[in-house]
């Protein structure tokens, strides 16, 4: 089992930056992909980012203005958001998988494991 971990949450202003990290326990072959997933009150959990067997991969939301990593040797990830809108608001969960297929890194159900998520609120 893969315990995920997120932090840097909290309440932005619009054209702000924003950087948020995720720990894992611990980086296995079924926890070797990481993504970041939102969700906006009242409406459904969207895929941000995701980094995978070397390629990254974004949302068109988010396209030009975030930039995800993730770094094995400290079974660590991170997402840095800028240029923020206040439809950034929602809580990121950091979510982890094993190697994915190319079109697939947007679709929640293929993620195994998920953390708890971190508040993100961005005022105008």
């Known amino acids: 089992q893969v315990q995920l971990v997120e932090s840097g949450g909290g309440s932005m202003q619009a054209g702000g930056s924003l950087r948020l990290s995720c720990q894992a326990s611990a980086m296995t072959a079924s926890s070797s992909s990481m993504g970041w997933f939102r969700q906006a009150p009242g409406k459904e959990r969207e895929a941000v980012a995701a980094?995978?067997?070397?390629?990254?991969h974004y949302a068109e939301s988010v396209k030009g203005r975030a930039t995800v990593s993730q770094d094995p040797t400290k079974n660590t990830g991170s997402l840095q958001l800028d240029k923020l809108k206040p439809d950034d608001t929602g809580i990121y969960y950091c979510?982890?998988?094993?190697?994915?297929?190319?079109?697939?890194?947007?679709?929640?159900?293929?993620?195994?494991?998920w953390g708890q998520g971190t508040q993100v609120t961005v005022s105008s």
């Open positions: 979510a982890a998988a094993g190697p994915l297929l190319r079109d697939s890194w947007n679709k929640k159900e293929i993620w195994k494991y």
């Open positions: 980094t995978s067997g070397g390629r990254v």
